[in-house]
Nanobody, 124 residues
Framework: QVHLVESGGGLVQAGGSLRLSCAASERTLRNYAMGWFRQAPGKEREFVAAIDWSGISTYCADSVKGRFTISRDNAKNTVYLQMNSLKPEDTAVYYC?????????????????WGQGTQVTVSS
């Protein structure tokens, strides 16, 4: 089981920015796609963004497109989620996940390892 640790969450006002980081314990993760998901209170976990193994291809959910950017630094075994123009509806626990594949997928069932999550709270 790969160990993933998220950081960078916190409290921010609407319109503000945060950058989440996800550090992986294994170098082999550089061969796999990575993703970010989130879960708000009382709601199901939802896909946010994903990036392929190379970092060239990325995909974001419509709800965050144009505001969030996913990136990775394979030399550091780290994936990032830059979140700009944050809205109160972005409030959730954000989870980093490692895919079973090297290409982008959005279904949570395709991700084999998950971090513990980091809380993001956006105040209005």
């Amino acid at each position: 089981q790969v160990h993933l640790v998220e950081s960078g969450g916190g409290l921010v006002q609407a319109g503000g920015s945060l950058r989440l980081s996800c550090a992986a314990s294994e170098r082999t993760l550089r061969n796999y796609a990575m993703g970010w998901f989130r879960q708000a209170p009382g709601k199901e976990r939802e896909f946010v963004a994903a990036i392929d193994w190379s970092g060239i291809s990325t995909y974001c959910a419509d709800s965050v497109k144009g505001r969030f950017t996913i990136s990775r630094d394979n030399a550091k075994n780290t994936v990032y989620l830059q979140m700009n123009s944050l809205k109160p509806e972005d409030t959730a626990v954000y989870y980093c996940a490692a895919s079973s594949w090297n290409y982008i997928t959005t279904a949570s069932t395709n991700f084999r390892s998950w971090g513990q999550g980091t809380q993001v709270t956006v105040s209005s």
